[in-house]
């Protein structure tokens, strides 16, 4: 109710990849549906990258049978595209194909509401990754309106640590997809993550602290303020001179 993330009427298409994340968030969506006090309508959306000629779309397809939601598959042969000779990370590339073609998808079938499975370790592991690598401080939010169309994004997981959706192994028996993805294991966020934990070690608050960081208000924020221009400090030099 926080976030206002869904209403009655909303159809809500959930980007399903197989993993144990995407997996359990249409699982527990579908449980919601019935006992919710409006109605709302549920499909899944499985884009295959094509990095593995095996990729399992009939087990997808009966986990989406087994709950009674519409499945909706789509090839998109964007693995030449996110790992095209360049200096940049292909991360955020395969990502951003990733989500457009959930959109197109959710745009084409009338949703208006993509709900995504990150939970709260990939909010705190994308936080610190801004600022290590990007140097901007910012995280994705827990429900995002999209620029170009009435699309609402979603992150019903949101509070949820990854330990957690882990134990949910207990009454939700699914044996994730293995990601087919080659930089899987060897990417940016997993080195976070590593930090994370080894840090953690020594100080069990460290991710409590970087978490409660993301949520400072602005005005309790001390950071330095933006670099001056080149013609910035050539004027206040010139203010120090003598007359």
């Not at 993993?19 to 899944?44: I, V, W």
């Not at 901007?136 to 019903?156: A, W, Y």
């Not at 134990?167 to 060897?186: I, N």
Request: some cysteine.
């Amino acid at each position: 109710m926080e976030f206002s993330m869904l209403g009655p009427g909303d159809r809500c298409l959930v980007g399903l990849s197989g993993g144990k994340d995407s997996a359990f968030l249409l699982y527990a969506l579908a449980a919601l549906r019935q006992t919710a006090p409006f109605q709302f309508d549920l499909a899944a959306a499985t884009i295959d990258p094509m990095f593995d000629p095996n990729f399992p779309a009939d087990r997808l397809r009966q986990l989406c049978e087994s709950l009674g939601v519409p499945f909706f598959l789509e090839q998109s042969n964007f693995a030449q595209l996110a790992f095209a000779p360049s200096e940049q990370n292909p991360c955020p590339r395969c990502a951003y194909f990733r989500r457009g073609a959930l959109n197109r998808i959710a745009k084409r079938e009338g949703y208006n509401r993509l709900a995504l499975a990150h939970h709260h370790d990939d909010a705190v592991e994308t936080f610190l990754m801004s600022i290590l690598y990007a140097g901007q401080i910012k995280t994705f939010t827990p429900v995002t309106q999209q620029e170009r169309s009435e699309l609402l994004v979603i992150r019903p997981l949101i509070y949820l640590r990854e330990s957690q959706i882990r134990a949910t192994r207990e009454f939700f028996d699914w044996e994730p997809v293995a990601s087919c993805c080659p930089l899987d294991g060897h990417t940016t966020r997993q080195a976070v993550k590593e930090l994370l934990d080894s840090l953690g070690k020594e100080h069990p608050a460290i991710y409590s602290n970087v978490s409660a960081a993301m949520r400072l208000p602005l005005t309790e924020i001390q950071i330095w303020p933006p670099e001056l221009t080149r013609e910035a400090m050539r004027s206040r030099y010139r203010q120090v001179l003598p007359q």
